[in-house]
């Protein structure tokens, strides 16, 4: 599986229900030429896109499943729930040597 199919099941968000003076307000902001302010966070800065690469594994279908279980609670990418999980499996082991990805309950 590659990082690219990891985001096929993008969820879309509610859109915001607003009251009728919120609307109007917005309204007269764009008659007098104002710009809403945008709730939208920013995306990946295409200046920094060079830190990351794209890279092909392979996963169980449980693990998927777990995957898009994380991602979809977490609201968070599944590629940024991968890098979390190697960076703390990565720091644990720099505390203490023994720590190993191999035990008895691996899926």
Do not use: C, W
Not at 4 to 32: C, G, H, Q, V
Not at 77 to 100: E, G, W
């Amino acid at each position: 599986m590659s990082l690219t199919d990891l985001k096929r099941k993008k969820l879309k968000p509610k859109p915001k229900s607003i009251s009728a003076d919120e609307f109007i307000s917005d309204a007269d902001n764009y008659a007098m030429g104002n710009k809403a302010q945008s709730l939208i966070k920013p995306g990946l800065n295409k200046t920094n896109s060079s830190l990351y690469r794209h890279a092909t594994f392979t996963l169980t279908e449980h693990s998927i499943s777990q995957l898009d279980t994380l991602a979809m609670n977490n609201k968070l990418a599944k590629s940024k729930i991968l890098r979390l999980l190697i960076d703390d499996f990565y720091h644990k082991q720099l505390l203490d040597p023994s720590v190993s990805l191999i035990d008895d309950n691996s899926h």
